[in-house]
């Protein structure tokens, strides 16, 4: 059983930043691709960004690119977002997800719908005001 928890949310001000990390149960045979989706009150939930195993590849969301960034570290089971120049639209509900996939692609095809997820934490509030 995989469990997931992320951690780091909060309130911030617009042009600020915030650290997401989201911790993983010790599985060392699995080499699961993790990614961060979020959902806004009233939306469905989006993709946000997705990591491969190795940490080699990464995959962003294209209105988030630049200001968001993930990262991971198996040696902690953690992965990380960086959020940067936040925006009042960025306000949701993250969540930390897993994907029973070592990479985060096959082929051009890449994995950003959240049925692909196999596993999944309860998720972290982020707030951005004005």
């Known amino acids: 059983q995989v469990w997931l928890r992320e951690s780091g949310g909060g309130l911030a001000q617009a042009g600020g930043s915030l650290r997401l990390a989201c911790t993983t149960s010790r599985n060392p045979d699995s080499t699961y691709s993790m990614a961060w989706f979020r959902q806004a009150p009233g939306k469905e939930r989006e993709f946000v960004a997705s990591?491969?195993?190795?940490?080699?590849?990464?995959f962003y969301a294209d209105s988030l690119k630049g200001r968001f960034t993930i990262s991971r570290d198996n040696s902690k089971n953690m992965v990380s977002l960086q959020m940067n120049n936040l925006k009042p639209d960025d306000t949701a509900v993250y969540y930390c997800?897993?994907?029973?996939?070592?990479?985060?692609?096959?082929?051009?095809?890449?994995?950003?719908?959240?049925?692909?997820?196999?596993?999944w934490g309860q998720g972290t509030q982020v707030t951005v005001s004005y």
């Open positions: 990591i491969s195993w190795r940490g080699t590849d990464t």
């Open positions: 997800a897993a994907l029973r996939r070592s990479t985060i692609n096959s082929g051009t095809y890449y994995y950003t719908k959240s049925s692909e997820y196999s596993y």
